[in-house]
């Protein structure tokens, strides 16, 4: 644990109050949090937990009442800060009269990039989120997936080291969240740190190292993804498919050592995972009906 | 036209004491706003923390107020267009072509300035309305539907200023305003043009031959045919030179082709109408009825404030102290015999006699080193009518003995003298006094600063209309500057609602300032709702009492608030000047620069209000 320490709240406590001063919400309360270079972070919760609280005062959008959000190492209110961030708001906040070569080309002049790099740099990204297409369309056009690819390009455009993701894979279809899972986890393995919030709990499991979760404002539980979900009263042995008679000698070794066999079985896999696989075959083959595939012993639920 | 003495400051006259006075101003707001943002810390978080965030306020003030990036803020602005694009602002222009394309109707040709109806009552309100709306809707609607719609919170969370994302906006709406301006100029041009263009019809059958008493040579007159409601009289002489009467303000140049009765007239368009006359003003002062210098004349009730009055037929004289009279102001192959003084005078009659006889007056040019003092010219004066005085190069008069005798020669006749005018009435560095006296006993002439200037040349009319319009442009720089800044912490109907309340104020500016001062009639605010509401006119005192005492206790609490509201309204008749275009006067390059000046003087500090105020808000709330 000693990569620098990219995101860190100290005693950050949110409360929202009306004209009159008086308090309303207390919408996040004294949160103590490190989030380090290179990892996924994810911010778990229920609506109103405090996620998104979080992420808004971290980029400066919001200003605490008391404690202190600090990106790099600068107050969340200093601006320069923002030179090094990514984010990607949950709703794509753009301008929708813009088109997507426009928008990227727009949000590449606020980082003061010079003209030939923020040409080369929206192409690329254009590229990289398929919008090639319909880069000349106005983005009130956009179906919602859409919109959120360019969400995400206008949060890459200057190539960030931290990227703020607020319900990224909101409004995506499984394949646009199988996409966005793959892009954050090779954004990681570039380098970046990843700070996520999300109330989709597979997605946050598939690719966070380490999570966080809220409740009523409330840090409940931190820690690693696999440790915390670690289930230590229970053995799993997985195996290729293994005959009648040798599964019957296997429960005979639980039994003489004390144990018990819960279930014994062929594992399932998610929807996600199948309709993924379809979907890849029909890619393929198109035109051909997918009958019958077959999803590799990935499955989470073998036992 | 009437020209407040506030118009005939130079540039370099009044930018010392203005910028003073801006630098007070900004620095009582400065100061004020430091204090209440340190109280309001000190409740909100202790005296220590509030030193530390009042002295980071004034740090992070100054970075992002200098450490700008041209760049980003032309992205902001670039956007801010694309937006008002987005919101059809492009109906504004269609407003005002339809507006053009059926105004001809309407428009009177036959009054007496149709110019100043064309272009003062209509093309150049009609451009001020809409321009004014258009900056009001834009600026004032933008910043909260921005905010409403989150799509600022990308703007923000990118390394932007606020400051960038204040002058942004500012900048986008004034290229928009600036677009539609350029674009309702070039039509209210082309109306002006058209509307104002005729001419007249000539033949020689109207036109009867005229011998003048006593001479040998006879004249060819006439009447041209009738066209946008009237007339010109035209004179023809022996050698064929056409004089065609000025009527409404213009006269036509005339050509003659051929001879006698197959002679061919050929009357051009309308000529010395579209001008913009450069005058040369003087200072006014008077002698009162004992003939001492006095700053103002008598006041006969007539008018109050912008004119003084001479009595005639005593010592009363309006004398006004010219400078740059010089030879290359009014070179002799320009100006051969004379130089033009222009002399607007209001008559007043304390008995009326036949009232379309001119009262008599008279002109002295004095030279206020030698003390010579020569008579111009006496001459009659009708009421508000524009006359050109010309002064002659050479001026002959009687001599006189020093108790103001006639000299005569020794055959008994008057000795005439000559005295030239440049080298005997004006000093080598161009200062001559002009005095002007009433001759008539019981009469009265009134006059004002602006009513008397030697008319040196003319500048170019487009320029004059361009420079009309850039008076436009600067007020609606104004309400975008306003706008944008409410914006920044109002929601857009109260921020809409606020910049109407500066433009309201700012036309009202000069009352509000009186009525902080006292000098309205009808006492302040509330005793003038009293007066409202019980019918009282403004002069009758009202009956004592519990309700008048509070009134006039409220009013005079609320005179300081005023006296401040008034000090941070934009005066928007400062940057008026459709009456200079329409009444063809050249606007001055030093009444330009002064309002430029003060327009920057407003942007600046409604940028960093502006600034403050977005760095101060909760953009995600």
């Known amino acids: 644990m000693s990569a620098q320490v990219v995101v860190e709240t100290r005693n950050l406590t949110k409360v929202y109050r009306d004209f009159w001063g008086r308090q309303k919400v207390r919408a996040l309360k004294a949160l103590d949090l490190e989030v380090r270079q290179g990892e996924i972070f994810g911010l778990l919760g229920p609506n109103g937990s405090g996620k998104s609280t979080t992420i808004k005062l971290l980029l400066g959008l919001l200003f605490p009442t008391s404690g202190q959000a600090l990106v790099f190492g600068r107050d969340a209110t200093d601006v320069t800060k923002n030179e090094r961030i990514g984010y990607l708001p949950e709703e794509s906040y753009l301008y929708r009269f813009l088109n997507a070569e426009e928008t990227l080309d727009f949000y590449g002049r606020l980082f003061n990039m010079p003209r030939a790099v923020r040409r080369q740099r929206t192409a690329d990204l254009i590229e990289m989120v398929g919008l090639n297409w319909a880069k000349r369309r106005q983005l009130k056009e956009y179906s919602k997936g859409m919109t959120r690819r360019i969400g995400l390009a206008q949060a890459l455009i200057n190539d960030p080291e931290l990227l703020l993701l607020d319900e990224p894979t909101s409004g995506l279809d499984p394949i646009g969240t199988r996409d966005m899972k793959r892009l954050i986890l090779r954004l990681r393995d570039q380098g970046k740190t990843i700070l996520m919030c999300s109330h989709l709990l597979a997605d946050v499991q598939d690719v966070c190292d380490r999570i966080a979760i809220l409740h009523q404002g409330e840090l409940k539980e931190l820690g690693r993804v696999d440790s915390l979900l670690k289930v230590r009263d229970v053995t799993e042995i997985r195996t290729t498919v293994l005959s009648e008679a040798c599964l019957k000698e296997i429960r005979e070794v639980v039994q003489r050592h004390k144990g018990e066999v819960q279930m014994v079985g062929n594992p399932t896999t998610t929807l996600e995972e199948l309709f993924n696989k379809i979907i890849e075959e029909s890619e393929a083959h198109p035109g051909r009906r997918v009958r019958g595939v077959e999803v590799g012993g990935g499955g989470r639920n073998a036992h | ?621």
């Not at chain 2, 002006?192 to 059958?205: C, E, M, P, Y």
């Not at chain 2, 209309?465 to 007020?475: E, R």
């Not at chain 2, 509070?550 to 009456?579: C, H, Q, Y």
């Open chain 2, 1 to 621: 036209m009437p020209i407040e003495s506030y118009d005939f400051q130079t540039f370099a006259e009044w930018f010392p004491g203005a910028f003073a006075y801006w630098a007070a101003v900004m620095g009582c707001l400065l100061v004020g706003g430091l204090i209440t943002g340190f109280f309001v810390s000190v409740l909100r978080s202790g005296p220590m923390r509030a030193v530390e965030v009042v002295g980071r306020a004034v740090r992070d003030l100054v970075l992002d107020m200098t450490l700008l990036s041209p760049r980003r803020i032309l992205a902001l602005a670039w956007v801010a267009v694309k937006e008002a694009v987005r919101r059809r602002v492009l109906v504004v222009f269609a407003l005002f072509l339809v507006l053009m394309l059926f105004a001809g109707w309407f428009i009177n040709t036959a009054s007496d300035h149709p110019e100043r109806v064309c272009i003062g009552r209509l093309v150049f309100p009609a451009m001020w309305v809409l321009t004014f709306l258009l900056g009001l809707f834009l600026s004032s609607m933008s910043l909260p539907l921005d905010i409403k719609n989150r799509t600022l919170h990308t703007v923000v969370t990118k390394p932007v200023r606020q400051s960038e994302i204040v002058l942004g906006r500012i900048l986008g709406f004034a290229a928009v305003g600036t677009l539609l301006l350029a674009a309702m100029g070039v039509i209210g041009w082309l109306f002006t043009i058209r509307t104002l263009s005729h001419t007249h019809t000539l033949t020689a059958g109207q036109l009867k031959e005229e011998t003048t008493p006593g001479s040998q040579t006879s004249l060819l007159k006439g009447k041209t045919s009738a066209a946008s409601g009237h007339q010109h009289a035209v004179t023809i002489d022996a050698s064929g030179e056409a004089v065609v009467e000025m009527k409404q303000g213009h006269t036509h140049d005339l050509y003659i082709e051929g001879e006698g009765d197959d002679a061919t007239y050929t009357l051009e368009g309308p000529k010395d109408q579209l001008v913009a006359r450069v005058p040369i003003y003087g200072k006014l002062h008077f002698l009162d009825r004992a003939g001492n210098e006095a700053e103002k004349g008598v006041n006969t009730g007539d008018e109050w404030t912008y004119r003084s009055f001479i009595e005639g037929a005593g010592r009363m004289a309006a004398i006004w102290e010219f400078k740059g009279i010089t030879q290359r102001a009014f070179p002799e192959s320009e100006f051969p015999e004379s130089i033009p003084l222009d002399l607007t005078i209001e008559v007043f009659r304390t008995h009326k006699g036949d009232v379309s006889k001119a009262v008599a007056g008279g002109l002295w040019l004095r030279n206020p080193d030698t003390g010579l003092k020569v008579e111009a010219q006496v001459f009659g004066a009708k009421k508000f009518s524009r006359d050109v005085r010309p002064i002659p190069r050479s001026i002959e008069v009687f001599k006189k003995d020093a108790k103001g005798k006639p000299v005569k020669d020794a055959n008994g006749r008057p000795v005439r003298e000559t005295y030239d005018l440049f080298r005997d009435l004006v000093t080598p560095d161009g200062r001559v006094e002009v005095w002007l006296q009433c001759l008539e006993g019981g009469q009265y002439f009134g006059m004002a600063r602006a009513d008397a200037y030697f008319h040196a040349r003319d500048a170019s009319f487009v320029l004059n209309f361009v420079k009309g319009l850039l008076g436009i442009w600067m007020q609606m720089a104004l309400v975008i500057g306003f706008g944008v800044m409410l914006s920044t912490f109002l929601s857009a109907p109260v921020a809409l609602l606020a910049t109407v309340f500066v433009i309201v104020g700012g036309i009202f500016r000069d009352f509000i300032v009186d009525l902080a001062a006292g000098k309205t009639y009808g006492g302040g605010p509330w005793e003038s709702a009293i007066r409202l509401f019980t019918q009282q006119n403004q002069i009758v005192e009202l009956e004592p009492g519990l309700r008048t005492s509070a009134a006039l206790t409220f009013d005079t609490i609320a005179k300081p608030a005023l006296w401040m509201i008034s000090r941070v309204l934009p005066a928007f008749g400062n940057f008026e000047f459709d009456d200079y275009v329409s009444y063809g006067y050249a606007v001055d390059g030093d009444l330009l620069l002064r309002c430029a000046f003060q327009l920057i003087g407003f942007l600046l500090p409604l940028t960093v209000a502006g600034y403050f105020f977005l760095k101060n808000r909760e953009v995600a709330r």
